[in-house]
């Protein structure tokens, strides 16, 4: 009678157990599975299933043409952008929601052999609202696509890259609305918003101001807002006193 009694507890303690374990299984899998909710200051300027559009670059180097093509992946969360330079392959995958960036792979052929590199970005926290993520001075082209020209306002790319520890406060990049502007590249005119990044730097950095561009990007008013130039005024490397100008762009009539 006793063992039957010790019996029947012990049955139910394994009930309410597994209860317990099924409940605390669910919330570990309901975490997993959870949705990280990043605010974003860009909007999606809608982008065109297969845009396509060649540039015209010149830099200290010389004078070399790009094309750009867009694709939406097949579950529509993304932009796939794909642009072919000189000796050069580059792939970017942009989030439709917030046109954060998500992966870049450059493709670098050389004699012999092609160089594939690769960058990722996870995002495990939010960011500050008006900072926006950038890995390189391509993705930022599209990027800046999804800028709030209708209501501008100051916003802060913070460069990702491998580098310990945290961004310096010694160095900002911002992005500034600078107005609106009619670009001529010869077969007509396109009216633009402008932009404009300044570099602020300080403490030891300032010693270095002079190696910074003067930095306008201008794009179309309208929608989607492709870029139609990309203007640097010194620098460094090959992005120093660099000017990119469309040549041709799909939607044009």
């Excluded at 900072?131 to 790319?157: A, C, Q």
């Excluded at 003067?214 to 139609?228: G, L």
Aim: hydrophobic share 40%; aromatic share 14%; proline share 4%.
């Amino acid at each position: 009678m006793k063992s039957d009694r010790l019996l029947e507890r012990f049955m139910r303690f394994i009930k309410r157990a597994g209860f317990l374990f099924l409940f605390l299984l669910l919330l570990l899998i309901a975490g997993f599975g959870q949705k990280i909710d990043i605010p974003s200051p860009l909007t999606d300027p809608g982008i065109g299933n297969g845009e396509h559009a060649v540039y015209r670059v010149k830099n200290k180097r010389g004078v070399f043409v790009i094309e750009d093509t867009v694709r939406i992946s097949e579950d529509g969360r993304y932009y796939i952008i794909e642009s072919h330079g000189r000796n050069t392959r580059k792939l970017l995958k942009l989030s439709r929601e917030t046109m954060f960036p998500e992966q870049l792979d450059v493709f670098v052929d050389k004699t012999g052999y092609r160089i594939h590199s690769v960058k990722k970005l996870e995002y495990k926290k939010e960011l500050k609202g008006n900072v926006i993520p950038i890995m390189s001075n391509f993705d930022s082209e599209y990027v800046l696509r999804g800028f709030p020209f209708v209501k501008p306002k100051t916003l802060v790319m913070d460069f990702m890259n491998e580098s310990e520890g945290e961004r310096s406060s010694n160095f900002e990049v911002s992005v500034h609305f600078a107005g609106k502007e009619d670009v001529d590249i010869g077969s007509r005119m396109i009216p633009c918003y402008v932009l404009e990044i300044k570099y602020k730097v300080t403490g030891i950095f300032f010693l270095f101001k002079s190696m910074f561009p003067q930095t306008k990007v201008w794009y179309s008013i309208q929608k989607p807002h492709y870029m139609v130039k990309y203007e640097n005024k010194g620098g460094q490397g090959d992005t120093g006193d660099m000017t990119i100008l469309i040549t041709d762009y799909l939607g044009w009539k």
